[in-house]
């Protein structure tokens, strides 16, 4: 555990006057180290811990009071439950204290919506809780990581974030945990909002919110599934010749007791606004019979209206499982 400024150089009063924010990390890119040259491509990611990510950055001691702590490290395509249920519960307990301002993350850019629409799910609108991430690693030639993480501790200190839910901050941007989106595999500028576009700016100028989402809904709050394994959802897609075969050996090895936990929910990536082709839809109608809840999305994007208004197939998935396994705990 670190923490941030170092007492040693700092009279109390000078630490006081900061906001406090804590600084979790799990790994991802903004922590990786190039296994080649820093201007190629090739890396490890979460090969750093936090307190090092937290000195590259210059300046943000100055920001706020940081306590910086390792909860994972691990390459954000690997990212998994179990890590989710210990990051909503460290926030929660870190958020009930009186003195705290908000929390920061640090991640990989690969599923980071997934794990900010998670926290966005089971964590009530309160103080800030602000998920940023990289896209070169920690060793690369410009680095985008220290200015990143700079820029969401500013955005997690400022009493302007408070109450608008779970933000990404990356590339100079806030974007709100239900609109974004990876949008491109390698641009420093690789997230997206789409129509909706970002929150606000957060740079050299401070912290700008430029539009306002309604505060999330407390009756949208669902509970952090208490036990292991949590409800298993899987994801399907509709396209030319989809005739539901991977529905059907879905079903089957469930069925067959071959999958633990079984068969759940399934979340189907519609084609356009969310339509399905006509061999998937009828494998998955029998698939409902079973009593499989299945949900509907589409590839392209966040359908507008429903219960799952706006958001991608893979935060649908998340909602889902969430979802069952508060209906299991009923
Ligand atoms: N694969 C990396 C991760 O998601 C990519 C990144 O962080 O940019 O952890």
Not at 217 to 240: D, T
Not at 300 to 325: S, T
Request: charged share 15%.
């Amino acid at each position: 555990m670190y923490f941030y400024p170092d007492m040693k150089n700092l009279q109390p009063s000078d630490t006081a006057r900061l906001p406090k924010v804590l600084v979790l990390g799990t790994g991802g890119t903004i922590a990786g180290v190039s296994t080649d040259h820093p201007a190629q491509g090739a890396y490890r990611a979460a090969a750093l811990d936090i307190g090092q990510l937290v000195a590259a950055a210059p300046g943000i001691e100055r920001l706020a009071a940081l306590q910086a702590e390792q909860l994972a490290s691990l390459d954000s395509k690997d990212m998994r439950v179990q890590v989710w249920g210990a990051l909503a519960s460290r926030i929660a307990a870190w958020r009930e204290q009186p003195d705290v301002a908000g929390c920061v993350i640090t991640h990989g850019s690969d599923t980071v919506e997934e794990t900010a629409y998670f926290l966005q799910c089971v964590l009530p609108a309160g103080k800030p809780v602000v998920l940023t991430a990289a896209m070169r690693p920690a060793t690369a030639l410009s680095a985008d990581g220290p200015r990143n993480l700079y820029d969401a501790v500013q955005v997690a200190a400022s009493a302007d974030a408070a109450g608008r839910g779970v933000l990404c901050v990356v590339h100079g941007r806030v974007h709100g945990a239900c609109d974004i989106t990876k949008a491109h595999p390698t641009a420093l500028d690789a997230f997206s909002s789409g129509e909706r576009g970002p929150l606000g700016f957060a740079g050299s100028q401070g912290v700008l919110f430029t539009r306002n989402v309604p505060a999330p809904n407390v009756a949208c709050l669902l509970p952090i599934p208490p036990a292991q394994p949590w409800p298993r959802v899987e994801l399907v897609s509709s396209h030319a010749g989809a005739d539901g075969a991977m529905v059907r050996a879905l079903l089957a090895a469930s069925s067959r007791g071959e999958l633990v936990p079984p068969l759940a929910g399934l979340v189907v990536q519609g084609t356009g606004g969310g339509t399905v082709h006509e061999d998937l839809q009828q494998v998955l109608n029998e698939a409902e019979a079973t009593g499989v809840r299945v949900a509907y999305g589409s590839r392209v994007g966040g359908l507008q209206g429903g219960l799952y208004d706006g958001l991608n197939a893979v935060k649908i998935r998340i909602r889902l499982m969430l979802e069952l396994a508060a209906d299991r705990a009923n």
